[in-house]
């Protein structure tokens, strides 16, 4: 396989668990991330708690770039808001002296795309979202060609012991910013032998859309409410709000010409689960807010259409945010 050297960067809960499974699945694998979480890992190694198994892997960790050689593949699981600070590093991982744009980078992230409206076409051709990129800094640093997003569905979380469970889900789909799937398969069986279920994508942006209704809806709500998905879902006035948001998100969704798919809650009312948002909120971290909330509100201004009540969310999620002294 031609992929053997992988680089996890930001080993949290999603990446912690890919670096044990692509560890146990015989690649060398690297994790770069913060100080204290590089040297968490360095002391300790890795465990996931996964369908009643304890896995544990021992990757290598460091919190410098220049430390590690380089790299075949790159995965970055970050959470949006932290992949500003160190997209300019990603450089400095390629497998050529000079930075191959070959050398895929795949990003396995919630929410919208800094480049969602590259190789899109129509009006928006090109456009882009102040929200996610102001200043242009992940245009530059990180080139299309080396783009892979990943739409991950995976219910994973930390534990206090700073071991990761597992719940459910180990879905993963690929796709590129032109949809071109040309070595895409061979990106696939990187993950695939890692038990991951993995698809090749004919349309990245229709599939993050699918998953996008349901972090906006859900994701928010459960920061404010500060409940599980299942009691959210149970809660007749606040699934009320949950669907009018997702009614707007297909309304939007249509509009760029992307069909958000069957309705979803009913599958998730059952889960006792709480939200990837509601744990930063809970931890005193930043919350995804441009991404999945802000950016959806700066498409639909710039489509003219109506998202009153994904509006009234933004701003009810910005307020909370700052009253928990996240911004």
Not at 41 to 49: E, W
Not at 79 to 89: D, E, H, M, R, W
Not at 163 to 182: C, E, F, V
Not at 203 to 217: F, P, S
């Amino acid at each position: 396989m031609a992929f053997r050297n992988i680089c996890i960067v930001g080993p949290g809960a999603i990446g912690g668990m890919m670096a044990v499974m692509l560890s146990r699945a015989g690649f060398n694998v690297s994790t770069l991330g913060r100080a204290r979480k590089a040297e968490a890992i360095a002391l300790r190694g890795l465990t996931l708690r996964q369908g009643g198994e304890t896995l544990q892997a021992r990757p290598k960790a460091t919190a410098s770039v220049a430390k590690l050689g380089p790299q075949d593949l790159i995965v970055v699981t970050l959470k949006s808001n932290a992949l500003p600070s160190v997209a300019a590093q990603l450089k400095a991982l390629s497998n050529a002296p000079k930075f191959n744009p070959a050398t895929p980078m795949v990003f396995a992230m919630n929410g919208v795309p800094w480049w969602f409206f590259d190789d899109f076409g129509g009006p928006l051709a090109g456009t882009r979202l102040k929200s996610l990129d102001p200043d242009g800094m992940l245009h530059a640093a990180v080139p299309e060609a080396s783009i892979v997003w990943g739409v991950i569905n995976c219910s994973v979380h930390e534990l206090p012991d700073g071991s990761i469970q597992h719940t459910t889900g180990q879905h993963l789909i690929l796709g590129r910013p032109n949809d071109d799937p040309a070595g895409l398969d061979e990106i696939a069986e990187v993950f695939r032998a890692a038990n991951y279920k993995t698809l090749v994508s004919a349309n990245i942006r229709q599939d993050l859309w699918i998953k996008l209704l349901v972090n906006v809806t859900i994701n928010p709500v459960s920061a404010l409410t500060v409940a599980t998905i299942k009691d959210m879902l149970a809660e007749p006035l606040v699934a009320e709000a949950i669907h009018a948001v997702a009614a707007e998100m297909r309304a939007l969704g249509l509009a760029l010409g992307l069909d958000a798919g069957p309705d979803r809650f009913d599958r998730m009312k059952d889960a006792v689960v709480k939200t990837s948002m509601l744990q930063d909120l809970e931890r005193g971290r930043p919350l995804e807010l441009e991404s999945i909330v802000d950016a959806v509100v700066e498409i639909a201004e710039r489509c003219g259409v109506a998202l009153p009540q994904t509006r009234q969310l933004a701003g009810l999620m910005r307020l909370r945010a700052r009253t928990a002294g996240l911004l």
